[in-house]
Each structure stands twice: as C-alpha cells, then as structure tokens.
C-alpha cells in the first residue's frame, strides 16, 4: 500500500511536470520582442503579439485589486479583532462558502450590475467581478495572518496607553503585515489568471485599448479565444501568451513565498 | 489638550478568563475605538451583501423561468431556443457525472499525496512536494482547457481510448466513436485541477490527528501503514470527507478548462466518450448568444441552480472540516 500511496503522489506531480513541460516546449520558441509589443493582426496573417493583453491584464487586475484589497484585508481585520462573536462566526462562514462560488455565476450577476444598466462591456465591469472573487479569500488569509500576532504584543501597546484602534493598526497589523502581502499576491496572482467572470464583463477587445469603459482585452481571454480558434497562428500565440501568463502568476506566487520568508523563516 | 486614554481598569474579566475574552472587553470603550470597529465591521459586511446579493439577482433574473417552466426546468432535456423550450436536465447530470468522474480520480491521488506528506515522506522531501502539489493550484484555468485541447484529448485517442475500448468496450461506459472532446476528458481535467486542494485540506486534517493516535497503533504492532489506516484515517474521518467535498464543489463550479474540452452538447449519455456538457460551460457559451428574456432567464436558472449547489456543497465541506480543525482557515494555502 505504501508503493500505490508514492506511485500516486507521483502522478500527481507528473502531471504538473507535464503541463509547465508543455507550456515552455510550445510557448518559448513564439516568445519575441514582437510578442510583447505589438497587436494582434486579422486572423490567417502571421505575426502580431499581445501586447494589448498583456496591458489589460495589468489594468483589469490591478483596478480588481485596488477595490478588493482594502475591503478584503478590512473584513479580514474585523474577522481577528472582533470576530469571535455570532456575526463574526457568520461572516467567517460566508467567506468560505463565497470562496467556493463557480466564478462564471460572479461574472453573470457582474454583467447583470454594471454591463446591463450602462449599456457595455467594460474593463471596469470586470475588475469589480475579479475583486468580488478576490474579497472573501483575502478576508480569511489576512484573519489567519493577524492571529498569529501573539497577545502579549497588543496588552504591551495597551499597557503603554495606545488606543485600541492605535494598537490594532500600528502594532497588529503592522506586525502581520508581510503576511497580509502575501495574502494579497497570492490573491493577485489567483485573479490574474481568471477568465470565466470577465466573459461577459470586459469581454475581450483585438485593438490595444487603454480606457477603463471600454471592453479590454486579457491574456486570459485572449488564451480562451485563441486556443478554440482554427488557426494554428492562433494556436501558437495561445501557447506563448499562456506561458507568459503562467510566468506572471508564478511569479507572484514566488514573491508571495518570498515575503513571508524574510519574517516567518528565521522562526522555523 | 489631549486627554490620557481611558485606561480600562473596570469590567477586565482576570484570572482564568482567556486573553482573548480579555482582549475582547477591551474594546469598545473609547470613541476613535468604536468608529475604527465601526469602519472594520462596515467591510465585514461586504460578505454577508455579496452573497444576499448573488443570489437575489439570480433569482430575480431567473424568475421568468422559473414561472414558466417550474419544477420541469430539472428534469426535461429539450433546450431549444427557438421553441424556448428549456429543460436543463442534460447539464444537470454532465455537471455531477464529470464531477464524479473527476472525484474517483483525484481522490485517491490526492489522499496519497496527503498520507505521503505526514506520514511517510523524509522531512526533507515534504515542503518541495507540498509546494509542487499546491503549484497545480496556480495554474490557470483556461491553461488546464488548452493543455487538454492540444496535449491530453490527442494522447487520449492514441494511447487510452484504445485499450479502454478493447477490455470494456462492452459496457454502456465505454461503447461508440471517441469524439476527443468528451466527458472523459472533462473529468480527467477536472480530476487534476482538484487534486491540489482535496490534498491541501486532506494534508491539514492529517497534520490535526493527535501524534499519540499513531503512537498507540504502533505500540500495538501496527505496521506504518496499519497505523495509518487504522488509526489516523479513521480519527480525521470527518475532515477527510470535508475535503473531498470540497473539491466536488470545485468540480461541479469549474468552468472554463471543463467548456474547453467536455464538448458542450445537449445530450444525456452514458458513454464516457461522448460528448457532454455542464451548467457552469453552458453559461459560459450561451450567455452572449442569448437574444432573448426566455433564453437569458433560462441561464440565469441554470446560474441559479449552480449558486445554490455550490453553496449547499461548501457548506456542509466546511461544517465537517471545522468539527476537526476547529475554525482554523485549512486550506486557504491552496487557494
């Protein structure tokens, strides 16, 4: 049994050693200065790249960002400092039900709210789709994050006379605040590659677009687009831009880990 | 002139109350104090209204349907939107076969990756491993879809649908042409997109069972692996089945690698080789095609129906995760 139990756990990692292995056999050789600044021509036509992608990538996820993570690392807050009552429990709960919702749902009631009543489809509609699936897992790693803030730390900065607000801002979350950045990359690096709830919200756009109430387009959905599409020209493109997008998504995940090193590593 | 804090001197539970209750009657004696609570619980809300508002607008949207076709909406499989006729019964049991089909698969993967990591792996080699599985995590979504489009569909047809079809080409499971996009690859897809968090939450479960548990297994003469199945399995039973409830609910909400390669036909079938189709790819195709109220309604039920599995899954994942691992966040690394 202890063979089938490694033979498993080994094809598990397979897997994953499969995937990057055939998104870098596949993607590298497409990778080009062209890729990363031009636009992608008419379809049949070589060439191109996915620079407008790449752009909206950034702004669609960075303004998902800026929405969600105030609101995810407050609720994340009030979970550690005053969450240990009813409705503190109950919000616990939510989030980790929320944390489970299909994105695709989040990206209908997205387009219900914003691509409906102002009559397009725009980037905006979906950063605010993304930070909806962003606020109840940063809600839960920043509670996990502040908890590990041991007592003694906070009765110090009472007994010094510091408010408790003070406390809870200066000495709490200050304190946990590298673990509460990696909270927020990883959730950063988990929207970026998204793509069910900007379908219907910043839909997609062929031309390099820099407003926020236009459709934008994003690797992810340029990925979607071009990975079902005919051409092989679209196929290879699929493959570099995943590769890139996987790039940035391991990325943040690598400096996730990295922060959380520079305070917890010593400790272990 | 500032005034000192209001030192709290009454109302301070000592002795055997916990720091924590002591930290708590702390608060809320001090004004600045009470609008910072105020502004914390003002985002702590956002949970609660997003979820009420999630599904109020699903069902407000979805009410059309639900009038017109009631209960019927579950069980019939005609999906024709120039009839508007709609029954979403054939994605109704897509979403649970290629959930299943990715369960039976990833279960046992994942559990022994979880065993492996607590029980039996050299310290050494844990962290890696840990972090290779959770890497399976950060993939994106639509990467999985396009890998299975041009990597596991091909190998399917070459290497495993052959000999599949050679030994049980007999049963209902596996009988008629390979189609490539298919529930199989639907499932397998799935199977692997889930494994890293049924391993992450299975991992956290396994690491909650008491070292004792093991010990007295092996002071009876258990083997490793006797003490493993008779003694810690057993205790974090509960937490187990959390997770592996969880990644159903994974399975079941998943959708842009599942649109990709499941087929997206109306049809109920029980051949794996078959193409199928799930609730969460039939909004992702259908939603900009819909012209009409009937039909959008008719995917907002669909939205709906798939809202409230998933919570109803979630939560009762959670409930049995807590009974073990009392209110810490496991698996939040995996997300």
């Known amino acids: ?268 | 002139m500032t005034s000192l804090p209001n030192l709290p001197i009454e109302g301070i539970p000592s002795g055997r109350a916990s720091r924590e209750t002591r930290w708590q009657s702390l608060i809320g004696t001090d004004r600045s104090d009470r609008i910072y609570r105020r502004i914390l619980t003002g985002f702590a809300l956002a949970l609660p209204s997003l979820i009420v508002i999630l599904f109020g607008v699903l069902f407000v949207e979805s009410l059309p349907a639900l009038k017109r076709f009631g209960p019927s909406f579950l069980v019939t499989s005609t999906w024709d939107p120039v009839a508007e006729v709609y029954g979403a019964a054939p994605m109704i049991f897509g979403t649970l076969a290629s959930s299943f089909l990715a369960l039976l698969i990833a279960v046992p993967l994942a559990l022994s990756v979880a065993i492996l990591l607590t029980e039996f792996a050299p310290r050494w080699l844990r962290q890696p491993v840990a972090f290779l599985v959770e890497l399976l995590a950060a993939i994106p979504s639509v990467v999985y879809g396009m890998w299975g489009i041009f990597v596991l569909i091909p190998f399917l047809r070459s290497f495993v649908v052959p000999p599949l079809k050679a030994v049980f080409g007999w049963t209902p499971f596996f009988k008629g042409v390979f189609y490539g996009n298919s529930l199989l690859a639907g499932g397998i897809i799935l199977a692997i997109m889930i494994v890293p968090y049924i391993a992450a939450v299975s991992r956290e479960v396994l690491l909650a069972v008491p070292t004792s548990q093991r010990e007295a297994a092996l002071a009876m003469g258990a083997t490793r692996w006797e003490a493993v199945r008779s003694a810690v399995l057993p205790y974090g039973r509960a937490g187990l089945i959390g997770a592996v409830i969880l990644g159903l609910g994974r399975a079941l909400g998943e959708t842009m690698a599942v649109t990709m390669v499941i087929g997206n036909r109306h049809d109920i079938g029980l051949s794996l080789f078959q193409p199928a189709y799930t609730m969460a790819a039939a909004i992702a195709n259908e939603f900009s095609e819909a012209t009409t109220n009937m039909y959008l309604s008719a995917l907002f039920e669909v939205g709906l129906i798939l809202f409230v599995v998933t919570v109803v899954v979630n939560a009762i994942a959670r409930i049995l995760i807590w009974r073990v691992a009392k209110g810490a966040a496991v698996g939040s690394k995996a997300l």
Not at chain 1, 169 to 175: G, Y
């Open chain 1, 1 to 268: 049994m202890t063979g089938l139990v490694v033979i498993f756990s080994f094809l598990a990692v397979l897997a994953l050693v499969l995937i990057l292995g055939n998104l870098i056999a596949e993607g590298a050789s497409s990778i080009d200065w062209a890729f990363f600044t031009k636009s992608p021509v008419p379809a049949g036509q070589s060439g191109g790249g996915v620079a407008n992608a790449i752009v909206g990538t950034g702004i669609v996820v960075g303004l998902g960002a800026l929405i969600g993570v105030p609101i995810g690392v407050g609720a994340g807050m009030y979970l550690a400092e005053y969450g240990s009552g009813r409705f503190g429990f109950l919000v616990r709960f939510i989030a980790d039900v929320l944390n489970g919702t299909p994105s695709i749902v989040i990206g209908i009631v997205g387009w219900t709210f914003l691509v409906k009543p102002m009559g397009r489809f725009s980037a905006l509609a979906g950063a605010v789709s993304l930070a909806i699936l962003m606020i109840p897992m940063l809600a839960r790693t920043t509670e996990e994050m502040v908890r590990l803030v041991p007592h003694s730390l906070r009765e110090a900065a009472l007994a010094l006379g510091y408010p408790r607000w003070r406390t809870s801002l200066r000495i709490v979350a200050r304190t946990a605040l590298s673990g509460i950045v990696t909270g927020c990359l990883v959730g950063i690096a988990r929207i970026a590659g998204e793509t069910a709830p900007l379908l219907f919200t910043a839909l997609g756009n062929l031309n390099f677009s820099l407003s926020v109430n236009q459709p934008m387009q994003t690797l992810s959905l340029q990925i979607y687009v071009y990975a079902t599409g005919p051409f092989d020209e679209w196929h290879r493109l699929a493959w570099a831009s995943a590769l890139v997008l996987m790039g940035l998504v391991l990325i943040l995940s690598m400096v996730a880990r990295w922060v959380t090193r520079q305070r917890y590593g010593s400790i272990r």
